[in-house]
């Protein structure tokens, strides 16, 4: 915080595999952000998404287990108290703190509990929501997930993702669609998960926020302060002691994506193939990204494989029962890590 003003916070969402991590990777690793602090939040205890970022920012904080737009907005605001202290007390240089919410999460109920909290409204001021929405995927989102909307709709920049594999027509229709949902927000485009330097600067028309404007915004929005989630929602994550066999797994991945790709909102997962460092897989629906390949593994980080799986209307079984009868050609045996049958209680 500089000359004793309020600490920004920036709220990034969007909805699953819109390339929120991606592009906040890329700004820290670039060095485009200083003394940040940022806070993100996965819904079952493993955190892939904290893991990528940490070895980019040690400064990063998971919220596990559920989603800060419900169930865990006490913990959000629990860790954003425990920051203020730390940097008063002269021990964490603060300039902006990054929340990254799940792909799932409405961010309203989340500018509700900073901007009317007694101690952190006269400390923090929500500076803006960016939301990331897929060109790819982004307008099927819109059609048949109401949380997509909501993350438009509260939006002060949406950042239009993976453009570099999208044709430039579904771009250009995708943005009709959100001037329609949210008129006064920003429009950006990202290829290859870059965007401009200045993404976290207020626009020159931009001033800060007070907590009143934010309110009214949301009264605007149609949004409530207590979030409702799709029921037949699955999350599940799964561990493989063993290396696995790279070429089999692919083959693996594939013919799940061609059978239920619709219903998979999300793979993400970091894999021991026996290299030196991991591979990082990432897929929404039928798409999978290239693999990354990392150069090393961390001291911090266990030796072995994580996937994570967010789906609708799949019963972590099916998924199982697909892994164990693949198993002696991927090589490793899976075990199931957690299981959410419903992610936001």
Known sequence: MKNGNKCPITIVTGFLGSGKTTLLGNMLRGGLLENVSVIINEYGQVGL??????????????????????NRRDDLISELLDMLNSHQSGNLPLDRVIVETTGLADPAPILFSITTHPVLTHHYSVDMVVTCLDAINGGMHLANNPESIKQVATADKIIITK???????????????????NPSARVLTSANGHVSERLFDPDDSMTLPSASDILDKLEQAGSSWDSGHATNIRSMAVQFEEPLDWLAFGIWLSMLLQKHGEKIFRIKGIVDVGEDGPIVINGVQHIIHPPRHLEDWRDYEARNSQIVFIMRDIEPFQIMDSLTAFQNLIGAEPKIQEINLNPFE
């Open 163 to 181: 453009t570099d594999i999208s044709q430039h027509e579904a771009t250009h229709h995708l943005i009709h669609h959100i001037r329609h949902i």
């Open 49 to 70: 998404d904290h893991r990528l970022i940490r070895r980019i920012e040690e400064r990063t904080t998971l919220l596990s287990g559920g989603c800060v737009c419900c």
